[in-house]
């Protein structure tokens, strides 16, 4: 059959395509990366490519790209990649504008963690065996398993692929043989002579990025790290976008489950590299992810955690061998996947508690993991409780007119005048402005309240003189860089409609931690610690979330960022069983509150949606503050 042939610039990418395909089914196929938020559906606008050429061999365009797209943009050659089909015979040309790729994003690898005592699951132990004789011709495994159960007093049984290796490994090693146990239950490895080095690898596979970490299990550090965009992007940016793909067709499962063991493998190799050892050293893995990432990264179906009530298809940690999920390392190798409490709340959040410990505390702490779905636990050693909000993914930058993840060029800091409205901001490597990411967008939103040019409704004045304000009947915007400031020839504002998003997703999480201290109780004075996780909650500027009302008002200085300690959790895992047990622990403890059951759910959320809330007697000293720059101005 005739085919078309599409070009994607500026990689210079090229595919001969049969008709009836999207142009981002073919982006996807060839690894160009084009944003996708909705995954497809015609509903989110951010998959946008320019035709250069060759335009009459596409579709006409569809509803949804006259709603997205403007009709100047349309003439202008611009078009949405998911719902422009490939049609005829001929080349096809088309440009990725910078707002449309998914560029490498700044990816936050350490975070908090708990000191553990060094016992991690696997061990190695050197063995010198008798040698065969006449008088004793025992089988080769049996001598080696009888000096293993001699030596150690388990009772061990042998992996498959370890016995195909055992006869050749002995007598390589002259009768000397080294040989690794998993859980003083299994030889899982089995290599000639006297062996060191003994490695682990630690891995959080969120929604948006992978974290490698290579642990050198001998001496319990971190060898080396690596960390990578989900690979899975393409197919949809949020987990429900990716369940619905995978409810499309039940293959689609194996194509997520794939990108992202290729994934892990791509972090591996390149860890190993850092660290001048190899795969094959890798003897034992941790996985932490939110539910729907550690049952695609299983191959389990998540379909139903989409759908009402959200059960998860297993809560359970799992250990299964590494091979089995087609992972590159140690042939013998387990992995071992961290619990998960519910749908919605994850092996992530677990990890979460683990590496703060506030299992194990005394004072009462709020952890807020905050991404797409923020997930909120409230507790001591005493009692645990959490929930997961729809924050959406506003502080991803999606939703948001010129919003983009934090990757180079996104406005990440920004501060507005008082007096004169005039703006400063900082971007992301100090490029260009090319859009805001969600740190930004929460500091104007602050700002913007803080000089009176919106009020606690969300709404932009229309009465403040100043050129940056551009507002009529319809619609309003505040412009942070003018468009000769910025890479993407336009002005960046936050609109209204952004500024709406903003609202919808805090009061998601404040209405989230406001059910849960009900449900404990206390109110926000008595929450003594509140623990900031994730990449957003770590360059969040503190003081503007609670301007605009994310998290209750507390002190200051009781709010502490935690960085990645999903990570630090699974890495935890990885060097103790102790704390495999305790995570187990935490996962069968924390009480999971359905949010949407609480009879309060509605009203607390609509009052959440004021800056910071309207019931102002819940945030006195951002009252105060407000007040304060009243006055001043
Ligand atoms: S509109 Fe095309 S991916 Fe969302």
């Known amino acids: 059959m005739a085919k078309a042939e599409l070009v994607f610039q500026p990689y210079g990418k090229r595919l001969e395509v049969e008709a009836g395909r999207t142009v981002l ?66 080349t096809i040309t088309v440009e990725v504008p910078s707002e449309s790729r998914v560029d490498q994003q700044k990816l936050l690898l350490k975070g908090l963690e708990r000191k553990v005592e060094l016992a991690p699951a696997i ?127 039940p293959d689609n499962i194996a194509k997520l489950q794939q990108s992202v063991v290729e994934g892990v493998n791509q972090l591996i190799r390149e860890a190993c590299m850092k660290a001048k050892t190899t795969p094959a050293n890798i003897c034992d893995i941790t996985v932490a992810g939110n539910t729907a990432m550690h049952h695609i990264f299983l191959g389990v179906p998540p379909n139903y955690v989409a759908l009402m009530p959200y059960p998860a298809a297993l809560q359970s940690s799992v250990d299964v061998k590494a091979r089995d999920l087609a992972l590159d390392v140690g042939y013998g190798a387990y992995v071992y996947t961290l619990p998960i409490v519910s749908g919605f709340v994850g092996g992530d959040a677990v990890a979460d508690v683990l590496a703060t410990g506030i299992n194990m505390a005394d004072e009462l702490s709020m952890l807020i993991d905050i991404g797409t779905n923020t997930e909120i636990v409230l507790g001591n050693k005493d009692r645990l409780v959490a929930c997961s909000c729809a924050s959406g993914p506003a502080f991803e930058g999606a939703h948001i007119k010129h919003g983009m993840r934090a990757s180079s060029g996104a406005i990440e800091q920004v501060w507005v005048d008082p007096e004169t409205f005039e703006v400063g901001f900082k971007t992301v490597e100090d490029d260009k402005p090319r859009g805001l990411c969600g740190s930004g967008i929460v500091d104007v939103v602050a700002q913007l309240l803080k000089t009176g040019l919106i009020d606690r409704s969300g709404r932009l004045s229309r009465k403040v003189d100043t050129p940056r304000l551009k507002a009529n009947a319809k619609a309003a915007e505040f412009v942070v860089a003018w468009k000769d400031e910025t890479s993407v020839g336009n002005d960046i ?59 209750p008002d507390v002190p200051l200085e009781r709010v502490h960022f935690i960085g990645n300690t999903a990570g630090s959790g699974a890495r935890m895992t990885l060097l103790s069983v102790d704390a495999r047990k305790t995570a187990s622990d935490i996962a069968r403890r924390v009480e999971y509150v359905e949010l949407g059951a609480d009879p309060d759910f509605q009203s607390e959320f609509l009052k959440a949606t004021y800056l910071p809330h309207q019931e102002s007697e819940r945030f006195q000293s951002v009252s105060r503050l407000l007040g304060k720059a009243a006055r001043a101005s």
């Open 123 to 249: 061990r190695r132990l050197t063995l010198s065996l008798d040698k065969p004789s006449l008088a004793d011709a025992k089988s080769d495994v049996d001598r080696l398993v009888e000096a293993a159960n001699s030596a150690t007093g388990f009772k061990l049984k042998v992996d498959h692929e370890a016995l195909k290796q055992i006869p050749h490994v002995i007598r390589k090693g002259d009768w000397t043989v080294t040989v690794t146990l998993w859980k003083n239950g299994e030889i899982t490895a089995a290599e000639p002579g006297e062996t060191h080095g003994l490695y682990g690898f630690a891995v959080d596979v969120g929604t948006t990025k992978l974290a490698g970490y290579l642990v050198d299990l001998v001496n319990g550090k971190i060898a080396a790290t690596a960390s990578m965009m989900n690979p899975q992007i393409p197919y949809g940016e949020d987990v429900i976008s990716r369940i619905k793909f995978i409810m499309e067709n």
């Open 493 to 551: 504002a936050v609109t209204q409609g952004d500024i709406r998003e903003i609202q919808l997703a805090k009061a998601a999480i404040y209405t989230g931690a406001s059910i849960l201290m009900k449900k404990f109780g206390v109110k926000a004075y008595d929450v003594q610690r509140v623990f900031l996780a994730g990449a957003f909650g770590t360059y969040v500027d503190p003081q503007n979330a609670k301007i605009i009302g994310m998290y």
């Open 25 to 90: 089914e073919v982006a996807r196929h060839i690894g160009v990366s084009v944003s996708s938020v909705c995954g497809g559906r015609g509903l989110c606008g951010k998959c946008k490519i320019i035709v250069q050429d060759g335009e009459s061999h596409l579709s006409a365009p569809t509803k949804a790209e006259r709603q997205a797209l403007s009709r100047e943009d349309l003439k202008n050659g611009f078009r949405l990649a998911c719902q422009a089909v490939v049609k005829g015979i001929g």
